[in-house]
């Protein structure tokens, strides 16, 4: 096996990735764009998306870290606006995406559009909430477009697999389709309800912090396969899985969740930067097997297709958003009344990613039972390749604009830290209570300075961050915080120079040496996390 390509692969994404952060353009974008380029370089090799590895080896790990990221609590308050999407509009743009392909191509039967309905009706929100990211957009509406990511997928794959039975033969009916729909969604949730709880307590009771990480790494390959052994939805029982682990993270060993986040930023980096560099590189692929449809016939499918798919989610967001609200009072109690603007940039931010084009690759290429080609399967994949490509590429680089343009309030950094000082100030004034207490009991006696040692780390966490509200130094621009992390950051470089100088004149060996780097590296990352 020649991994040369895979290498190239990883190492070119990566450093792409890490150059669009200097760059106005979102990293998704950027990939999207230069893969592109290079498909057609010589000497670059085919790289085929096959759905047999996308599916289960590279979705489950990014829904993980996307869901153990988010916030339970965020996601339950924003329930039926995620619902309406993930669930609703995968629906409605599968039937009506598919309808629209079946009126505008010849020949090509029912069956076969509403397959590719529900291949392009998923968006792939992980470029939309990075531009979200960069561009501060209110937390209501990242968490909406976050939450539509995390469930969409199990729906339309659900519904790409009950289209796709109609359509090569194997007698769907309407009620054995949504028989299927309920067994995937419910079976989904109760697999991550029944594997969640002990997987949890392996965490708590696990102290090695590299077996804790051996097991994280596991987990969302775990609930996607144990979902998908019992035809339940895969995506749904990683999503469950990942989102009680993440509401009860605190409760795992500090040095686990230390090394379990570093651990899953450069997975999550690795993989998203491939896929998207992927995407551009199925050109070449996509174009070899077009046969008939090349030239005008072809872009002007490509050019409907997109078209349909960006309006049927405009006709689906805004009633979805605005009806509820005139038909439940109790939606007008619980709820804010929304502005024209967010929905107009949860419409705009719909852009199709990799796993529609995973899906796309999966379609078989022949008839249930016979040797007859599946209708239009090449024009289905360029199509879903037209779609990716121009919902990232339009509404990508014309989103960061728009927000702009709409004014739309981002957050409030202001409030958001008053809300972190007054949270720092309660647990500082129950830690010194609780540290009182301990004081009183002969068994923890300590010396006097160690004792207030305790007390100026407490009072130093407690004015970090009202101190980031204070005035800058006029001639550095720092607040007082941060010339005090960078000072303590000079000091614990001057300690790690005078170590390595004792390694190397052989009073200390390595392995106390690494002891030593260890706890300072400790203290500088617990410098770094406050400065973030």
């Keep these: 096996m020649d991994v040369m390509p895979l290498l190239l692969l990883v190492a070119g994404s990566a450093a792409i990735a890490a150059a669009a952060r200097r760059t106005p353009v979102p990293a998704p974008l950027l990939l999207v764009a230069i893969g592109l380029a290079v498909s057609y370089v010589p000497g670059v090799p085919d790289y085929t998306l096959d759905p047999h590895i996308v599916l289960p080896l590279i979705l489950p790990p990014l829904l993980h870290t996307a869901a153990t990221d988010s916030s339970y609590l965020d996601l339950r308050a924003q329930l039926r606006p995620v619902a309406m999407l993930s669930v609703g509009y995968v629906l409605f743009a599968t039937f009506v995406v598919g309808w629209a392909l079946y009126l505008i191509v010849p020949d090509l039967p029912l069956t076969a559009a509403l397959v590719f309905g529900a291949v392009v009706a998923p968006p792939d929100a992980v470029a939309a909430t990075a531009v979200a990211r960069r561009v501060g957009l209110p937390s209501r509406i990242t968490t909406i477009l976050q939450g539509e990511s995390l469930l969409n997928d199990a729906t339309a794959i659900t519904a790409y697999r009950v289209a796709l039975a109609a359509a090569v033969g194997e007698g769907a009916t309407w009620a054995g389709g949504i028989g299927e729909f309920l067994l995937a969604a419910i079976g989904g949730v109760v697999v991550g309800l029944v594997l ?122 805004y009633p979805a958003t605005f009806l509820p609200r005139l038909l439940s009072a109790r939606i007008r109690e619980r709820e804010e009344n929304p502005s024209w603007k967010g929905p107009f940039i949860i419409a705009w931010a719909g852009m199709r990613g990799v796993v529609s084009l995973a899906i796309a690759f999966s379609i078989p290429l022949t008839m249930h039972d016979s040797e007859e080609p599946f209708p239009h399967r090449n024009l289905i994949l360029f199509l879903t390749f037209t779609t990716v490509i121009g919902t990232l590429v339009v509404q990508g680089l014309t989103l960061p604009p728009l927000i702009r343009l709409l004014k739309v309030p981002g957050r409030d950094v202001q409030a958001e830290t008053l809300a972190e000082a007054n949270a720092q100030a309660q647990a500082s004034r129950a830690a010194e209570r609780r540290l009182d207490e301990l004081l009183t009991d002969e068994r923890n006696a300590l010396p006097a300075p160690l004792a207030d040692r305790l007390r100026i780390v407490l009072e130093r966490r407690r004015n970090a961050v009202w101190e980031r509200l204070g005035q800058a130094n006029p001639v550095t621009g720092e607040s007082v915080d941060d010339t005090y992390r960078r000072l303590s950051r000079e000091m614990i470089s001057a300690e790690r120079e005078v170590f390595v100088r004792l390694r190397d004149a052989r009073y200390i060996d390595d392995e106390m040496l690494r002891t030593l780097l260890r706890r300072l590296d400790l203290e500088e990352a617990a410098a770094f996390r406050e400065a973030a």
Excluded: C
Excluded at 247 to 252: F, I, Y
């Design 196 to 317: 969640m709880a002990p997987i949890h307590w392996l965490r708590t009771h696990i102290k090695e912090a590299l077996l804790q990480n051996t097991l994280s790494l596991l987990i969302p390959f775990v609930a996607y396969a144990v979902a998908e052994q019992v035809h339940a939805s895969g995506v749904l029982a990683v999503v469950v899985v990942a989102l009680y682990l993440g509401h009860r993270a605190w409760e795992v060993d500090f040095a686990t969740r230390l090394q379990e986040e570093a651990v899953w930023k450069m997975v999550a980096f690795v993989l998203e930067s491939a896929v998207f560099a992927l995407i551009g590189l199925q050109l070449p692929v996509v174009l070899r097997g077009l046969g008939q449809y090349e030239g005008a016939d072809a872009a002007w499918y490509a050019l409907a297709v997109f078209l349909v798919v960006v309006a049927a989610r405009f006709v689906w967001v």
